[in-house]
Antibody, heavy 120, light 106 residues
Framework: EVQLVETGGGLIQPGGSLRLSCAASGLTVSSNYMSWVRQAVGRGLEWVSI???????YYADSLKGRFTISRDNSENTLYLQLNNLRVEDTAIYYC??????????????WGQGTLVTVSS | DIQMTQSPSSLSASIGGRVTITCRASQNINTYLNWYQQKPGKAPKLLIY???NLQSGVPSRFSGGGSGTDFTLTISSLQPEDFATYYC????????FGQGTRLEIK
């Protein structure tokens, strides 16, 4: 069974840092496009970042360089480093596998999410 | 950034009815448009990819269409399990979601 399990969320003060992890089973992180999507409580989905199988990374412009996506091939795990956190970064953070079709792609496998709360 | 605008933001419909949700992109995205369903407390689920292709396991009462900037998601013969929030998402340049459409039972 293919599964993504996010961990690392919690309560953090504004300006702090946090690293989220997404452990994969049943798929190989390094062979897939992988992404992070977040959702503030009661709000819509917001795309955060993507890492391609070749290693290229892309981010939502609104993040202004505060977040970094990476992966550990030996651990088969995806990461999201969150720096200089703001109250508005409070959200559930989902990792997702990106299935690639001819010319397009979509998020077809999702984890259960991990909650990040930024508050003093 | 490509902006995605869904309409309506919410709607109510009856079991057995038919609804159409619209998604408009701020620029041409060809058919690089996906639709997701999300239920409270759950992760989103992929329904339609590349504008009109049904994801494996998704009932045929769901259908998608459109290209360029205007897209639709239609659900025919609504079932109780279809009442949820629906999101469109573009994959042409980076990735962007629409703001969501909440479908409620009338």
């Amino acid at each position: 069974e293919v599964q993504l399990v996010e961990t690392g969320g919690g309560l953090i003060q504004p300006g702090g840092s946090l690293r989220l992890s997404c452990a994969a089973s049943g798929l190989t992180v390094s062979s897939n496009y992988m992404s992070w999507v977040r959702q503030a409580v009661g709000r819509g989905l917001e795309w955060v970042s993507i890492i391609y199988s070749g290693g290229s990374t892309y981010y939502a412009d609104s993040l202004k360089g505060r977040f970094t996506i990476s992966r550990d091939n030996s651990e088969n795990t995806l990461y999201l480093q969150l720096n200089n956190l703001r109250v508005e970064d409070t959200a559930i953070y989902y990792c997702a596998r990106v299935i690639v079709m001819t010319g397009s792609d979509a998020f077809d496998i999702w984890g259960q999410g991990t909650l990040v709360t930024v508050s003093s | 950034d490509i902006q995605m605008t869904q309409s309506p933001s919410s709607l109510s419909a009856s079991i057995g009815g038919r609804v159409t949700i619209t998604c408009r992109a701020s620029q041409n995205i060809n058919t690089y448009l996906n639709w997701y369903q999300q239920k409270p407390g759950k992760a989103p689920k992929l329904l339609i990819y590349d504008a009109s292709n049904l994801q494996s396991g998704v009932p045929s009462r769901f259908s998608g269409g459109g290209s360029g900037t205007d897209f639709t998601l239609t659900i025919s013969s609504l079932q109780p399990e279809d009442f949820a929030t629906y999101y469109c998402q573009q994959s042409h340049i980076k990735r962007t979601f629409g703001q969501g459409t909440r479908l409620e039972i009338k």
